[in-house]
């Protein structure tokens, strides 16, 4: 069974400067990679999504993250953040259902 | 369209209630899934359904029970409420992998606690 383990549970930072969420990601079989946004008291949103074809992808808002098949990695970067980024950020693989991390919270200060 | 809805958004129950969440979504969807969301854990699958009539369990059924007559709802029937319950769910529906792009849909989320 695959399972997706987020490396930081609360990651605070300044505003306009670079931030990386660390997704790490266990299957034996190609999988589907997943990044969420959940901001406060609502849903997730999809940020972006890895299916196959080029390992850096683009998301909405800025967001980018780059598939790592050797290292089993998915990291969600962004070069500079604004205080509206702040939310929970759920990275998550599909092998017949979805499985999700636990959450990484990240806050931008001013 | 209204993608996902649910309802209550919030609810409180009584040890040993039931209740049911509704869910429903106007996107033709053939995947709904229910999962729960508890601080650190991420969010947990409990049942989902792959079409009208067909259900099955996720990682944390155990309380909960389903059903799908109808490609639109998918409830979820809280048989005896605990307080191990008190969590958000979040119901979520998608199209059928290998037909699209295998991105699901949130709900807005329901907020139950159970005293």
């Known amino acids: 069974a695959q399972s997706v383990t987020q490396l930081d549970s609360q990651v605070p930072v300044f505003e306009e400067a670079p931030v990386e969420l660390r997704c790490n990601y266990s299957?034996?079989?190609?999988?589907?990679l997943f990044w969420y946004v959940q901001y406060p008291n609502q849903g997730l949103q999809l940020l972006l999504k890895?299916?196959?074809?080029?390992?850096l992808v683009k998301g909405i808002n800025g967001f980018e993250a780059e598939f790592n098949k050797s290292q089993t990695s998915f990291h969600l970067r962004k070069p500079s953040v604004h205080i509206s980024d702040t939310a929970e950020y759920f990275c998550?693989?599909?092998?017949?259902?979805?499985?999700f991390g636990q959450g990484t919270i990240l806050t931008v200060h001013p | 369209n209204a993608g996902v809805t649910q309802t209550p958004k919030f609810q409180v129950l009584k040890t040993g209630q039931s209740m049911t969440l509704q869910c429903a979504q106007d996107?033709?969807?053939?995947?709904m899934s229910w999962y729960r969301q508890d601080p650190g854990m991420g969010l947990r699958l409990i049942h989902y359904s792959v079409g009208a009539g067909i259900t099955d369990q996720g990682e944390v059924p155990n309380g909960y029970n389903v059903s799908r007559s109808t490609t639109e709802d998918f409830p979820l029937r809280l048989l005896s409420a605990a307080p191990s319950q008190t969590s958000v769910y979040f119901c979520?529906?998608?199209?059928?992998?290998?037909?699209?792009?295998?991105?699901?849909?949130f709900g807005p989320g329901t907020r139950l606690t159970v005293t």
């Open positions: 299957s034996s079989v190609s999988v589907y």
């Open positions: 979520a529906s998608s199209y059928a992998p290998g037909l699209r792009s295998y991105e699901q849909y």
């Open positions: 890895y299916l196959s074809g080029s390992t």
């Open positions: 996107m033709n969807h053939e995947y």
């Open positions: 998550a693989c599909h092998y017949g259902k979805l499985t």
